[in-house]
């Protein structure tokens, strides 16, 4: 039975315990996935919470219902756009290969098509058609703009 020597990358406990910088990077890159995921679940219950509340108070439903759509559709616009972050540090600096680079871009392409429908479904204008419709991407009453 040899000796293995500690600290020199031939002991299983030495290299268990070895940080890398991609190591640090994927890690960072798995807690922004983290953050966007849960953006989006927590936004998505806080909307049906804020729903719920509404319908419960007798406001009209159609209303509460808008405003469910429209903080849904945020969330779900955020969590996105942290997880495209995630994504691009990944490709970029964890793995940078032709293929990564090639995957990344239909990610993105898909993310954006989807945020921009669901930018028309909030506020049911294409985003830079919304000064001819009046409305105003922020407004939070279902009323539109005052």
Same mark, same amino acid.
């Given at each position: 039975?040899?000796?293995? *020597? ?59 219902? *808008? ?75 279902? *009323?539109?703009?005052?």
């Amino acid at each position: 039975m040899g000796a293995v *020597q500690s600290g020199t990358g031939t002991d299983p406990a030495w290299h268990c315990c070895r940080v890398t910088y991609d190591h640090v990077i994927t890690d960072v890159v798995k807690v922004v996935e983290a953050v966007g995921a849960a953006i989006m679940i927590v936004g998505g219950l806080l909307a049906l919470i804020d729903y719920v509340v509404a319908v419960v108070r007798s406001d009209p439903r159609h209303h509460a219902y *808008q405003r469910l759509r429209r903080r849904l559709g945020r969330s779900i616009l955020l969590g996105l756009e942290i997880l495209i972050v995630g994504d691009i540090v990944r490709t970029i600096i964890v793995d940078p290969t032709v293929e990564s680079v090639a995957v990344l871009g239909m990610i993105v392409v898909i993310r954006i098509v989807l945020s921009f429908s669901l930018e028309v479904e909030i506020d049911g204008a294409w985003p830079w058609n919304l000064w001819r419709v009046g409305k105003i991407a922020d407004e939070d009453d279902p *009323q539109g703009p005052s």
